[in-house]
Structures are given as structure tokens and as C-alpha cells.
């Protein structure tokens, strides 16, 4: 038995908690080393003595679990501060035939953390209730698990009306079967609508159907997945866009209905105007008039040119308003562009895990160009090749002195390629080359719309690549002009 004991104690003195044994008359038996650490005294300052005497503190914080181990010999447990080392300590009491084990483990950090998680899931919650947007929270079943108060707000129901009901209770009853077929046959879960921004109607409690914006994103906690949906009431939106369109409708009617009153105009003023004219030059050319007629009769011809000349300026300036998609042409520093280029790629960069490198070779530092413009093609480039290159990859834009007046911009990647059959492609509206059905967001016009601005600028652009050999867009520019 004795061996049994030591073997105990022996096995007490490793562990990181502090161990008090004291029999029933409170008097100490044994004390690990931890003691010390957490609780504030030695092994020699406690044995033999009485538990209530030498540590006061202890028995003022935990008598009432201690007193009830002993009373109802089962074992208790309780944390609290323990005043003398400011620790928060956890206490486990034990009863045996011949008085208790007291073991007492430090939980500071435990508590610390556990109050760290209750101030993040309060401010969490804080947001949730402030923030402006619906937050709608769904299990994998398609029931809400989670209402703000903004979806409250939009939709009228209380939280607790619609939690553990089908989110379908929220749209049109016209779509409601689609929507339970989309759940049932995981449709919810593909790219197409994933992370993409939609407009859909939405139905409020009173009945009312309304326009909506929705995004949802996929969220997953241990093995329960789950999607939010970020909604936002876009019945104002919608309303100013169709007044914006109406304005348009009414604006290009009437800028068709002055340019048809301007070209007929032109025609009623320009004939008088010639006759009034051709008749006042003859009639200077007259030698018996009137020497102060004459005078006034060159009045009347140098009034009906000048009256001319205003109806060709007021037509042209109708042609002006007509005008479409211009660009205007400058002496642009490459230097700053690239700055500005790099201060907005570079978060895209982050988010991608794609590295960004800007090379310099030749001198030129100006290019003639529509300087937003060619922001615009060099963003896009940068961006494509950021979205479709691989994790840890890495994007080069090289600009450099190509051919005599020319200077070269190159965006380089290491991406899976392109096969050169396909290169084609890229440039035609709406041909993502198969990545439709992908989570990678893009229209398949970014190309066409950065290959007509190059051409509009007068430069050309072309592209270079292979599968596993990355790919390369190159764009030619014309040098400064003076």
C-alpha cells in the first residue's frame, strides 16, 4: 500500500496542476512542486500544518466546494481568482476514505481566450445588427439559421418568425419551385452563382414583391456548410435608373428631333440667305445707286454671312454632341502611369497570390496616348493575367523601347497558357475559351474592348502563348509627339 502511495505521489509531483492532499481534519499530507507556482508557497511551509491556517486565501475562495466534497463525499469542481498570484484558477476535489485531493489548474489563458471569443462574437453581432445590408444565414437544407435586423427591416418578419424556415418564403411564390429544385439538386452550389452579384425579386411578409440585389458566398464551420446571402433593397435603384432611362428616351428624342430641325432648318435658311446674298452683291455691284445705299446694302450682304456662318457652327456643333466613344491623345509619363498601374493591381496581387514585378528596358519615359485609356488596357491585361495565372505565380509588365517611335508594353505571366489555336478567340465578344462555368468572375469583352481603345490610340496589340508556357500580351504605342 505504502508503494501504491508513493507511486501516486511520485506521478502528482510531474503534472502542471498544484496538488493539495488534507485529511478531513484539514490538516496537509502532501504537496506536489506546483504548489509554489500557482499557489503562491512551498512544500515544506504547508505539510503538517493546517490547510485553513497557512493558506487562508485558498479556503476563503474555495471552502465552499472543498467543505462540500468532504460533506457529500463526491467529487466538485469550481473557478475562480485566487487573489495572491492573480491567477484564475480551476478546482477538482476528490474524496477518499482518509480526507481529499484538492487539484488546482491554472485556466488564466482558457478564461482570456474564452473572453476574447465573447468580445469578437459581441462586436460580430454588433455589426450584424448595424450593418445596412440583409445578411441572411442558410443551411445546407436551404433553412435560415441567421436574420439581421436589416433583413428584418427590408422584409418585415421578426428573426424568430422565419429561423428554421425555407428561405424560399422570402421570394415570389412563382419562383419558389425553382428555387426548392436548385437546393435539392445542389444547383445552389455552382459558380454561376457563387460569388456573383444578381438582381432577383423579393417578397416582403405584407405580400409585396420587390427588386433585389443578392451575393452569396459559401461559409463552412467544421463539417456543417452553409451559405450567406448579402441582399440589399435596390427599389430606389431601380426607380432612378428607369426615370435615367426615361430622361435618356426623352433626351435622344429630342437631340433626333433638333438634329431633323437643324438639317431642315438648314435647308429654309440657306436658300433666303443665298437669295438675300446673291441679290446684294448685285445690287452693290450697281454704279448709279445711291453712294449711302451702297453702304447700306453691304451692311445687309456682311449681316447675311455672318448669319451664315452661325447656322454652319450651330450644325457642327450638333455633330459634336453626337459624337460617340473619343479618345484624346497626349504626351503621357510612363513612369507615373505604371505607379498608378501598380497602387491598383497590386491589392488584386494580394488577394491572388500572384507576384507583380515592373522591368524597365530601354530609355523612352513618354508614349503618345489617351492616358485613362491606357490605364484602362494595361489594368485589364494586369488583371487577366492575375485571375487566370496559378497560386504563387507570378505577372512581369515589361515596358521597353520596341522599334524606331514605338514603345512596347508586355504583361507577362506563368500561367497554365493558351493553346495557339485559340489565340483567336480571345478577341471575340464574349468567349471566355470554356472557363463560362468557372468561380473566375470576367464577361469575355474585356479583351475586345482593350484590343478597340489600342486601336483607337493608334497602336496594335497582340498575344503570345502555349499550354505550360504562361502567356504574353504585348501592346505597341506611338512615342511622344511634339
Known amino acids: 500500500m505504502a508503494n501504491d502511495t508513493k507511486h501516486v505521489t511520485d506521478i502528482l509531483s510531474y503534472v502542471e496542476s498544484a496538488c493539495v492532499r488534507f485529511e478531513l481534519a484539514w490538516n496537509i499530507t502532501y504537496v506536489n512542486p506546483q504548489c509554489e507556482l500557482l499557489l503562491g508557497t512551498t512544500a515544506e511551509a504547508l505539510i503538517g500544518t493546517d490547510l485553513r491556517e497557512t493558506l487562508p486565501d485558498v479556503v476563503s475562495v474555495f471552502y465552499k466546494t472543498l467543505a462540500r466534497t468532504i460533506s457529500t463525499h463526491a467529487p466538485q469542481r469550481t473557478d475562480a481568482v485566487y487573489g495572491p498570484t492573480g491567477k484564475h484558477l480551476e478546482l477538482f476535489a476528490n474524496y477518499y476514505d482518509d480526507g481529499v485531493l484538492a487539484v488546482f489548474r491554472d485556466v488564466t489563458s482558457v478564461k482570456q481566450n474564452q473572453q476574447s471569443l465573447h468580445d469578437a462574437a459581441n462586436h460580430y453581432q454588433t455589426i450584424l445588427a448595424t450593418i445596412a445590408d440583409a445578411l ?57 452563382i457563387i460569388r456573383r452579384s444578381r438582381d432577383l425579386e423579393g417578397r416582403r411578409k405584407d405580400g409585396s414583391i420587390f427588386p433585389l440585389e443578392i451575393n452569396v458566398a459559401p461559409v463552412q464551420v467544421g463539417t456543417e456548410r452553409g451559405y450567406i446571402g448579402i441582399l440589399r433593397d435596390i427599389t430606389q435603384r431601380k426607380q432612378a435608373e428607369a426615370a435615367l432611362l426615361e430622361s435618356k428616351q426623352k433626351s435622344e428624342n429630342a437631340n433626333r428631333a433638333k438634329s431633323d430641325f437643324l438639317s431642315s432648318m438648314s435647308h429654309e435658311l440657306r436658300t433666303p440667305l443665298n437669295a438675300i446674298l446673291g441679290f446684294s452683291e448685285l445690287i452693290g455691284l450697281e454704279e448709279s445707286l445711291d453712294p449711302q445705299l451702297k453702304e ?11 448669319l451664315l456662318g452661325l447656322v454652319d457652327d450651330v450644325l457642327d456643333l450638333a455633330k459634336i454632341e453626337e459624337g460617340k466613344l473619343t479618345t484624346n491623345p497626349e504626351n503621357v509619363s510612363v513612369s507615373e502611369l505604371l505607379d498608378e498601374c501598380q497602387a491598383l493591381i497590386i491589392p488584386l496581387s494580394v488577394k491572388t497570390g500572384v507576384r507583380f514585378n515592373i522591368k524597365q528596358q530601354g530609355h523612352s519615359s513618354t508614349v503618345w496616348a489617351d492616358r485613362r485609356r491606357l490605364k484602362q488596357v494595361l489594368i485589364n491585361l494586369l488583371s487577366n493575367s492575375m485571375k487566370y495565372n496559378r497560386a504563387g505565380g507570378e505577372v512581369t509588365l515589361i515596358y521597353s523601347d520596341h522599334i524606331d517611335g514605338w514603345l512596347r508594353f508586355m504583361v507577362s505571366d506563368d500561367g497554365p497558357g493558351i493553346d495557339e489555336s485559340r489565340l483567336k478567340e480571345l478577341f471575340v465578344p464574349f468567349n471566355r475559351l470554356g472557363l463560362e462555368g468557372t468561380n473566375i468572375p470576367g464577361t469575355g469583352i474585356g479583351l475586345v474592348i482593350t484590343k478597340k481603345l489600342v ?25 511622344t509627339r511634339s
Open 136 to 192: 441572411i444565414h442558410i443551411n445546407q437544407k436551404g433553412l435560415i439559421t441567421s436574420f439581421n435586423m436589416a433583413a428584418e427591416t427590408i422584409f418585415g418578419y421578426k428573426a424568430k418568425e422565419v429561423i428554421g424556415r425555407e428561405v424560399s418564403i422570402l421570394l415570389p411564390e412563382n419562383e419558389r419551385p425553382a428555387h426548392a429544385g436548385y437546393i435539392a439538386q445542389s444547383d445552389i452550389y455552382e459558380p454561376r
Open 296 to 306: 447700306q446694302v453691304s451692311y445687309i450682304h456682311e449681316a447675311g454671312n455672318h
Open 455 to 479: 486601336e483607337m490610340m493608334g497602336g496594335t496589340i497582340g498575344v503570345k502563348s502555349g499550354p505550360g508556357k504562361g502567356s504574353s500580351f504585348w501592346v505597341d504605342l506611338p512615342l
